[in-house]
């Protein structure tokens, strides 16, 4: 039984971000046979980089290491479906929607530049992505010396260039719930990363969890965090 959970506990999120990617990429083609007109194209850009998230998504949910330590996961579970649920509920702008070329072009250079964010946080997070609060190991490289979760940081940029682009309250509802449940998946995830691993505490300390509003420090040689000049 336990060999059958860890199957499903593998391929059922792994089917679900392989259905997101295909349905990502259908957008994408949808948009691009609209004619190849350049606001078509500039919102087809950041959807083909999405279906390359998704494809992430699902290949490392079924590779994945093994928890060291499992966190709580009856409420990182919800806070998944949430992030999920809210995700699904952003409407981008109607193909020939009237939007301002300005506008368009922004919207699609914070998506662009939030995915491939996402992108190299997923690339440097590696086997140890998972989808409920484990602890499976400590990266502390690439996007993650200058925030703890840049991955959901992308995420949530991502939204962002929907919300510029289509800014119903729908989105902007959609924007908050996916804010505070990536707020709690990280929080979470901290609380068993460190009683797994003692040295995270450090690497907390010293590098903001979302924003990157304070300079990161390097560790030292011996691991350590240098001490500031007097």
Request: proline share 8%; hydrophobic share 55%.
């Amino acid at each position: 039984m336990t060999v059958v959970w860890r199957i499903l506990g593998r391929a059922l999120p792994a089917s679900g971000f392989a259905f997101a990617a295909v349905v990502v990429t259908l957008g994408a083609i949808h948009r691009l046979a609209e004619g190849g007109a350049v606001s078509e194209q500039l919102r087809a850009a950041p959807l083909v980089l999405n279906a390359f998230l998704w494809c992430g998504f699902a290949a490392l949910a079924v590779v994945r290491h093994e928890p060291v330590r499992h966190g709580l996961r009856t409420p990182g579970a919800l806070l998944f479906v949430l992030a999920s649920v809210s995700a699904g509920l952003v409407v981008p702008p109607a193909a020939r929607a009237e939007v301002p070329l300005p506008q368009l072009i922004a919207s699609s250079a914070v998506s662009l530049a939030a995915i491939l964010l996402a992108l190299g946080s997923l690339g440097r997070l590696g086997r140890c992505f998972g989808v409920l609060p484990d602890a499976r190991g400590v990266v502390t490289g690439g996007p993650y010396r200058i925030v703890r979760h840049p991955l959901y940081l992308g995420e949530v940029g991502g939204i962002v260039g929907v919300v510029i682009a289509a800014p119903a309250p729908r989105n902007w509802l959609a924007l908050a719930l996916i804010v505070a449940a990536q707020l709690g998946r990280a929080r979470l995830e901290e609380r068993t990363l460190r009683a797994a691993f003692p040295a995270y505490a450090e690497y907390a300390a010293r590098t903001p969890m979302l924003i990157p509003l304070r300079r990161p420090r390097r560790l030292s040689a011996d691991g350590r965090a240098p001490a500031a000049p007097a």
